[in-house]
């Protein structure tokens, strides 16, 4: 005579949709009237076994045997069990505008998987419209074992263009020289000031070049080497790191044509030495009388 076997119930955690989010543990009891159960001949046999693997026809199979050889099958379930929690992905609608920065609106969409319960929910795309640095983006995956997954994007955003201002010669108004020297000041709250240029007719522009606090002076050829008098207006603008185009900020200067040096300079003489800025390269010492300027 075969012995009997009873099965308990399932103990395991139980997500949705039947399925359990981890092994199944079922227990058992066994009977035989007779030889009873190796190796003391008990007539009862009470004992626990658990799943292993996943999948939706997870089943746990008790084999038991009695003193005398008659063996006895039982089978628990099938069991639906995921032990594994979905996938989920955050990726921004765009790559970065420029240097790991957004200056326009940019939407995060989530993507989400689940091969075995399948997914139960998936966020829907977050629009990031606040300007910030690394802003944190979060979304969380279900599926309907009732794992949960989670996954997060950095987003910098900067909308704002920076500011700046441009003079010319310390604020002078006219200049007797041909070569000007330009200081350029900006700023900006978030990115930070990344490049500048200049125009010296409003269309044509010099090409961007990095932007240094520490040295924010240019020499600027405003009248093309013309002696003819005239007024220029400098046009600057900066670029901010998320790309960002400040608007034309601009300075004007007038050029006002030296008089002529007319007359006689009376130098006494020895007036210069060796070594004198303007008497390099002399061989020795020569008395300078005088010198006409026409």
């Not at 099965?7 to 009891?29: I, N, Q």
């Not at 990344?194 to 522009?205: K, L």
């Not at 002076?217 to 400098?234: E, P, Q, Y």
Request: proline share 8%; glycine share 10%.
């Amino acid at each position: 005579t075969l012995p009997e076997i009873s099965l308990g119930s399932p103990h395991g955690t139980a997500g949705a949709e039947g399925w359990y989010r981890t092994d199944v543990t079922v227990a058992f009891t066994a009977r035989d009237n007779l030889s009873g159960f190796s190796p003391d001949g008990r007539l009862t046999s009470e004992a626990s076994r658990t799943s292993s693997g996943e999948g939706a026809d997870v089943r746990i199979t008790f084999t038991i045997s009695d003193r005398a050889g008659n063996q006895a099958t039982a089978t628990a379930g099938p069991f639906r069990v995921d032990k594994t929690p979905p996938t989920i992905a955050a990726q921004p609608s765009r790559p970065p505008d420029r240097e790991g920065w957004y200056n326009k609106d940019v939407a995060v969409s989530f993507a989400c998987d689940d091969a075995l319960s399948g997914v139960a929910s998936c966020p829907p795309p977050v629009t990031v419209r606040d300007e910030g640095r690394d802003q944190v983006v979060q979304g969380e995956a279900l599926d309907r074992a009732g794992h949960r997954a989670g996954a997060t994007a950095k987003i910098s955003l900067d909308k704002t263009a920076p500011i700046g201002l441009v003079s010319i010669n310390a604020g002078a108004a006219t200049t007797a020289n041909l070569l000007v020297t330009l200081t350029l000041s900006a700023t900006d709250a978030l990115s930070g000031v990344a490049e500048m240029r200049f125009s010296n007719d409003g269309s044509t522009w010099s090409n961007w070049e990095p932007f240094k606090t520490s040295r924010p002076n240019w020499d600027l050829s405003l009248f093309g080497g013309s002696r003819a008098a005239g007024s220029k207006t400098v046009r600057a603008e900066v670029r901010d790191r998320a790309g960002n185009i400040s608007p034309a900020f601009t300075s004007s200067i007038r050029y006002a044509v030296p008089p002529p040096p007319t007359g006689m300079v009376l130098v006494p003489a020895g007036a210069f030495r060796m070594g004198d800025p303007f008497n390099e390269g002399l061989s020795d010492e020569r008395p300078v009388h005088t010198v006409t300027v026409s």
